[in-house]
């Protein structure tokens, strides 16, 4: 019997192999409802997927665009299951002449040396201001309807509440993408569409990138992370196919990771929850990654697994059923008492924080930048007291040692 697999990406190619020219494309299955027809408030999703097709982009029919929460007409966008996806299914297919990046560099130009890629900001604000004549048209039609949570682009009030938050902790530059990056390095222009650009290419691209419909993937790392790609500078293939690690259950989110996929190289060494918060403006859902230094570095996992059925072998994802935690060191480095008291100061600093500042910033704080400060607190204050109890008593220990001197 032919697989549902083979019916819609050919039979005949490998997962990762093949170019955009080959069999996998060619018996594309349009989907069975007619997905251009968004929902109310959502006519622009009808823009990009219908601009998507037009250049030879690829969705499988069982994936679905939609809010992540159909109730909340402010929640991003998300790529959902609509039927089961099976094991190394093609989920989607992006033509790499459809990536936007810096536009009629020539060779040898030396680009401005900066974190935010200005060249690229610069042609996506071009782009955006073309709109429906632009070659990106239902694209960027799309991204100036979304909107953006960073840091740097909240209102001081909010800034400077964050900023008692982390104090000494990470992240490094916490709001200063738009005053720094964008200003003093790209030069770049005191504009809010614009900045809203820039900061779009920061929470959207893959560093100097922006790639349609693949930006429209979500994070979460663990268990859920159920995605694999082709590698974003791999110029051999004339598109990046997207394709399902394992077999993704009906509703189950498509989610890709934004610090420990294949082309996360460094990121997977330094990069955690601060850090996402920064660059991306939400607190990430369990599991979470904490890097304080070279030492205390530490993952807080849920109970979730991946369970494999006796019977057809199929690995599936089994959500956590309860609220439990799990902490996991990573590394060898030993822990001393320094790295306990470290911990236990800035523990009782934030709860002192909560008391003395967040009741009161409800009057002066935007109800959306104080939820995600809220929500990062609690994840902080959470994670220091999951590492505090993980770490022995030394001055039992010490004690201990006296005595056996003694």
Not at 258 to 287: H, S, W
Not at 320 to 335: P, Y
Not at 391 to 398: K, W
């Amino acid at each position: 019997m032919t697989s549902p697999l083979a019916i819609l990406a050919g039979g005949g190619s490998s997962p990762k192999g093949g170019s955009g020219s080959g069999a996998s494309f060619n018996t594309y299955i349009p989907p069975k409802n007619d997905r251009t027809q968004p929902n109310a408030g959502d006519e622009y999703t009808k823009d990009l997927l219908k601009w998507f097709l037009k250049v030879d982009g690829r969705l499988n029919r069982k994936i679905d665009l939609r809010r992540t929460d159909p109730s909340d007409p402010t929640s991003p966008f998300g790529l959902f299951a609509m039927e089961d996806v099976y094991g190394k299914e093609l989920i989607m297919s992006v033509p790499r002449k459809t990536f936007l990046t810096a536009e009629n560099i020539e060779e040898g130009t030396e680009l401005i040396e900066s974190a935010l890629p200005c060249e690229t900001a610069f042609h996506l604000i071009e782009e955006m201001e073309k709109g429906n004549s632009s070659e990106f048209s239902g694209y960027v039609q799309f991204l100036k309807h979304q909107t953006t949570t960073l840091p740097s682009a909240w209102s001081d009030t909010g800034k400077e509440l964050l900023h008692k938050v982390i104090e000494e902790l990470p992240p490094d530059d916490a709001t200063t993408w738009i005053e720094h990056e964008w200003y003093e390095e790209c030069k770049g222009e005191k504009d809010v569409d614009k900045e809203n650009a820039a900061l779009m290419l920061i929470s959207r691209g893959w560093d100097y990138v922006m790639i349609p419909m693949l930006d429209v993937m979500n994070h979460r790392n663990g268990n859920y992370y159920n995605t694999y790609s082709d590698k974003i500078n791999d110029n051999s293939k004339d598109v990046l196919q997207v394709r399902a690690q394992r077999r993704i259950m009906v509703g189950e989110q498509i989610f890709t990771s934004y610090n420990m996929c294949d082309d996360c190289d460094a990121r997977k060494q330094n990069y955690g929850t601060p850090e996402i918060l920064r660059d991306y403006g939400f607190v990430e859902d369990y599991p979470q990654r904490w890097i304080f230094d070279d030492i205390l570095q530490f993952e807080i996992q849920d109970t979730s697994e991946i369970w494999e059925e006796d019977e057809t072998k199929i690995h599936r994802l089994k959500e956590a059923t309860t609220d439990d935690l799990e902490l996991v060191w990573l590394g060898n480095e030993e822990k001393g008492p320094e790295d306990k008291e470290f911990l236990e100061v800035e523990l009782e600093r934030l709860m002192n924080l909560k008391q003395a500042e967040f009741e009161q910033a409800k009057l002066s704080v935007p109800k959306m930048e104080l939820d995600i400060i809220v929500q990062y607190h609690d994840a902080l204050t959470n994670a220091l007291s999951m590492a505090i109890d993980s770490l022995p008593n030394f001055e039992d220990e010490s004690s201990g040692e006296v005595q056996e001197e003694l």
